[in-house]
């Protein structure tokens, strides 16, 4: 679908109408195929301008497509017919001109944006490269430097940037569409070669190989396993060395061999999950589109812990006063003066002044009379967070939302102290809480869908992915999580090191491995949890803790380095050695050998070789059991929830998808073996046992991971 125009009498407006992105679906590109052909011969018509409806230039391909059987006129040979028509081709940028979008206009022989125009080439970030083109126009456009950069990061640049570096010859104040035709009719007559990407060489730069090898040890680096970045440098290096025509080439096979992957499958895949997670639903029917959220203007935070900071800070970042609470002079000081030094830093970043005035710091609960939600972030603790509950209704509006901060504690209890059970939810922020962009909305029993679509449209207003989940201990995350690190430290009893556990997750792709994760957010927490729970208590041997407690497997462990004072970075000790507390740079720890050498021989463990694929199939076919479980008892309402969360929160490698997305690549029977194979050789550790969804799912044939939200809910009748 294009849309075609004889505007000014000699100029052509084409413009893309394919809502809500004008992406290049097969029917829009067979649009502009037709409507150029009708321009080129047209007599009347002396220049071209392309532009996209409601002010949206392009979204690039139409991702969808990718999935099925490619039909339509092909971009790189469309583009290449703009290129090469005898009449100047004018791209006016409004919105976005985002992967093939952006290709499109650089086939164009001029380029105006308006100011609020938004460019790149995001390719990278769906496990591909920019074939149409992208690789070889770019680079002889702004040189290989910054052509690397834009293509390996999938970067978004603003009409400003995207001026200074020569991707647009001209950023309009006004319309772009205006100002593209002044500057076609201006450039009718002139000669088209010079304007003609493809016929130019590369931007000159010195050392082009050097410059390439850097960006490739960089992106390797970086990327940890994902195979698109290389392919982006690659061909970049194509444009820098061979004629258009061979580089076209070269981005062609690199695009096959990127397409036919399962990584790029993975990273489309997230694409849609992350917006699917908007679009949530609660088990009795409520959802993203027939219930109505409420305005926030004015919130509460109490605490100025880390978390409590961090929120404070990504609320008044989005506009919204905040009245900021501590019990505590000091505490309420030293958290002033950190909310406000990280608002200082972020608006000098961005050059603007920080919006200070929307903060106010009290000891006061009064001050929170007239605020629309609170978000209590004080410390993990059920009591503390109960008797804080309590205190809030006797100052709150009757209709005020209340929000608890918890990573895993019973929203439903706590609501229950309320007079508002209806207007309580959990709002899990992930630490750093101005960084992380998870957050995970939990309703209870008697959360109100209202109350449920407050804190989702709150959580987007903020910039954060939300993921609605269910009530039950550790939500979605923490829930799994636990069953992962239940696995790693069964591991290290096993005979591994904390070194070889966490390079097996690093070469899978995770950022950082589960003990280095460990180390960061300090053993000390966990420690805590598990004190509560009773799991750890006065009846445990101190000299040799059981390994068996509530009827399963029980790794001491954790505990034993707690004991020593090794709560990780904070301590410059945990299950690795730093240079000094805060410190970062995790070293091994020659003591840690020697530590877990002893712990098995007062076991009686005999140590064996654990493999990576051993690592990798424990943890992730461990994490994915407990996902189909999470399915079952409806706490998530698909799977793509569940890989979101481990996309946005615990690092899992995009290119994999998340786990439950991984699962369904091996394959479910695959996965449902070798939990079966691990189960039978660890008895003792029931939550190795598979799922019953995930026999389900097998017995029905393994269907994509698509179908199974049809498959529960037709499975979950007979469970
Ligand atoms: C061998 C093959 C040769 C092929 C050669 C050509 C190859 C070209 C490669 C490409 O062009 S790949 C695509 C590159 N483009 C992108 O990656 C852009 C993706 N989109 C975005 O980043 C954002 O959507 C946006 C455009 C910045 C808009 O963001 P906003 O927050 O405003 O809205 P969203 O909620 O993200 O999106 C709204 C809506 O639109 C859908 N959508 C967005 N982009 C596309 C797209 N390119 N294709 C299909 N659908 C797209 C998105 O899914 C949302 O849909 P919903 O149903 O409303 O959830």
Redesign the pocket.
Known sequence: MARYARVKGSIALITLTNP??N?LSAAVRRGIMESVSRALKDEQVKAVVFCGENEKFC??????EFSGS?SGPP?VPLIHSIEAGEKPMVAAIEG?A???GLELALGCHYRVANTKACLGL??V??G?L???GGTQRLPRLIGIPAALELITTGRHVSAQEALQLGIVDQVAQGSAVQAAMELALSVIGQPLNPRRLSLRAPVWAPDVDGVCDAALAQVKQRSRGAMAPVACVQAVRAAAMLPYSKGMERERQL??TL?RSGQAQAMQYAF?AQ?NAGKWSLPNGSQWNNTRARDVQRAGVIGLGTMGRGIAVSLVKAGISVVAIETDAKQLESGKKAVTAMLQRDAQRRGVSPPLHLLTFTLSFHQLRDVDLVIEAVFEDMNLKKRVFSDLCKVLRANSLICTNTSGLNVDELAAVTDRQPLVVGMHFFAPAHVMKLLEVVYGARSSPEAVATAMALGKRIEKVCVAVGNCSGFVGNRMLKLYLDQSVYMLEEGATPEQVDQALEEFGFAMGIFKVSDLSGLDVGWRVRKASGLIGPDVDPVKPSRWRLGRRYCPLPDMLCQQGRFGQKTGRGWYLYDSPGSKEAKSDPEIQTFLEDYRRKYGIIPRRITSQEVIERCAFALANEGFRILEDRIAASPEDIDVIYLFGYGWPRHRGGPMFYASQVGLSVVLEKLEHYHRIHPDVPSLEPSRLLRRLVAEGSPPIQQWKSHIKNLRSHL
């Open positions: 809500p992105v992406a979204g690039g391909a139409d991702i969808k490619m971009l976005v985002l992967g093939g995001p390719e970030t769906l591909l920019p074939a149409a695009m096959d397409f849609f917006r």
